[in-house]
């Protein structure tokens, strides 16, 4: 028998996947799913025995969440990358990596075929196909609900008649979890118009009380919550979901442009994401001079827009790191942040980098740097080219 590696979630859409493939195409299925940091053992673990209660010859966990964080949420944080102004790219960002694990996979084990459950509809055909067409152009690629074009209803159907158990109801939601957030796709986002229900969240509102929680950064990078230090920063961001997801913080509906020309709505949750992405660049704005913060954004944008249509292995992505990984280097201090019930806020920062010095002068009342008649030549000077236009050219 041939083999295929299948990009497996456990989800309906890489469910019907291994039945599909190894009853109708009579293939051994080789399923692997990559944490990228959203699952916790129990659930890998729960993973792991519904991949074989589906019959696959052998499932794997490749877990990826160390090098995702470091080779690129780094990035997307330096960045304060946020599609579209609203999308921190929870899922555009772990698709890339989880392609590149499933397809080392397939050349280690010399599978003919790879696979994954990505609909003709979306963006994530385009990643995995991308990313497998570069690193193992020779083996082919398998894709049975785009190819088949089939609903959810029809893959439903089609794991009742085969015998098949699952949460059919749960299913009714497309659900993808990682470090760096949660997708959540059901009919709600499928039009213009709709909102997730409650219970479709991932996480449900446990929190009524406000809090307030310091974050600590050094060269902008998360390395202490309250009181407590961290060593690695993936664990700084898992603790902060862990305090600002019960206050119901970081949800939101994205609405998109997808790589294949369609628009596309989308539910996701990110409360670690959005609390640091807003944290971060509150301590940038007074730290940094008003040119890094331009040049930060212009570039941020395009790093963003390149990373969410696959193209994280362009060379031109690296140059891009360099640059953002430079203007880090003074952007340390504490950040306080109020949590409440669907909200938070920026209360204020710390840092000894601030460039809001009062040695400098009070912005509204007084300054220590220069004399009103400073001001006025000052004033003369810059506006001289503009009263020369109206000069000129006045009628």
């Known amino acids: 028998?041939?083999?295929?590696?299948?990009?497996?979630?456990?989800?309906?859409?890489t469910s019907?996947?291994?039945?599909?493939?190894?009853?109708?195409?009579?293939l051994e299925v080789y399923s692997a799913i990559v944490n990228t940091g959203g699952?916790?053992?129990?659930?890998?673990?729960?993973?792991?025995?519904?991949?074989?209660?589906?019959?696959v010859k052998q499932h794997l966990t490749l877990d990826e969440t160390g090098d995702y964080y470091n080779s690129c949420i780094k990035y997307l944080i330096f960045g304060n990358v946020l599609k579209n102004n609203t999308y921190p790219l929870s899922v555009s960002a772990e698709r890339v990596y989880q392609a590149l694990a499933i397809a080392r996979y397939a050349k280690e084990i010399d599978a003919d075929y790879v696979a994954h459950g990505s609909t003709g509809a979306g963006n994530d055909q385009v990643r995995f196909d991308m990313i497998f067409n570069i690193m193992i152009p020779d083996i082919q690629i398998l894709t049975p609900i785009r190819d088949l074009k089939l609903s959810r209803q029809e893959e439903i159907d089609f794991l009742k008649q085969h015998g098949v158990e699952m949460n059919f109801e749960k299913a009714a939601y497309s659900i993808n979890k990682g470090l760096w957030g949660t997708s959540v796709g059901g009919k709600e986002t499928l039009t213009s118009y709709g909102y997730l229900p409650e219970e479709a969240w991932p996480t449900q509102v446990t929190k009524q009380n406000p809090e307030e929680v310091k974050l600590l950064f050094q060269n902008g990078e998360l390395k202490g919550i309250n009181d407590q230090q961290f060593e690695n920063s993936v664990e700084a961001i898992q603790k902060l979901n862990e305090i600002a997801a019960p206050f119901g913080v970081g949800r939101d509906i994205h609405v998109g442009d997808t790589i294949i020309g369609i628009k596309g709505r989308v539910g996701f949750e990110a409360a670690a994401p959005m609390v640091i992405i807003k944290a971060h660049h509150a301590l940038e704005k007074h730290v940094l001079t008003k040119w890094q913060l331009y040049w930060k954004d212009q570039l941020a944008v395009w790093y963003g827009n390149l990373l969410h249509e696959g193209q994280f292995l362009d060379p031109v992505m690296r140059n891009i790191e360099?640059?953002?990984?430079?203007?880090q280097a003074t952007v340390s201090g504490t950040v306080t942040v109020g949590l409440a019930p669907y909200r938070f806020y920026v209360v204020g920062i710390e840092s000894a980098h601030d460039l809001m010095s009062s040695k400098f002068g009070s912005y509204g009342e007084m300054n220590n740097a220069w004399t009103g008649e400073d001001v006025k030549g000052f004033s003369k000077i810059f506006g001289n080219q503009t009263m020369i236009y109206q000069k000129v050219n006045e009628r």
């Open 1 to 13: 028998m041939k083999k295929v590696v299948l990009a497996f979630s456990g989800g309906l859409d």
């Open 16 to 26: 019907y996947c291994v039945k599909y493939l190894s009853e109708e195409l009579n």
């Open 39 to 55: 699952f916790s053992s129990d659930e890998l673990a729960e993973i792991e025995r519904r991949a074989y209660a589906l019959g």
């Open 322 to 327: 360099k640059f953002l990984e430079d203007t």
